[in-house]
């Protein structure tokens, strides 16, 4: 099993910068894919920026050149920095894990959601 927790959320305004953290901890044989989805409200959960664990990287569009995602294996944590948020940035953010457990079964772990909102 997988625990994920994350931090860094908060208001901020137009143009500013965040930093996302997510921290996995528990037991499993490998990490595949680190990333961020976000959900507003009223509309579904979208992929924000996937990591492999060899470290390509896939970015929605919309946050394509503003969000960086970046990932530190040994401390299993992933990160994302987000400069010059916009007010349609603002959602709850959730990291995502895809790892495998002991019984070689991979599966998708998923934080408990960290709100962004970009306000003047």
């Known amino acids: 099993q997988v625990q994920l927790v994350e931090s860094g959320g908060g208001l901020v305004q137009p143009g500013g910068s965040l930093r996302l953290s997510c921290a996995a901890s528990?037991?499993?044989?490998?990490?595949?894919?680190m990333g961020w989805y976000r959900q507003a409200p009223g509309k579904q959960r979208d992929l924000v920026v996937v990591?492999?664990?060899?470290?390509?990287?896939n970015y929605a569009d919309s946050v394509k050149g503003r969000f960086t995602i970046s990932r530190d294996n040994a401390k299993n944590t992933v990160y994302l920095q987000m400069n010059s948020l916009k007010p349609e940035d603002t959602a709850v953010y959730y990291c995502?894990?895809?790892?495998?457990?002991?019984?070689?079964?991979?599966?998708?772990?998923w934080g408990q959601g960290t709100q962004v909102t970009v306000s003047s």
């Open positions: 995502n894990v895809d790892a495998q457990n002991f019984d070689y079964l991979r599966s998708d772990y």
């Open positions: 528990g037991r499993w044989t490998r990490i595949y894919h």
């Open positions: 990591i492999t664990s060899g470290g390509s990287t």
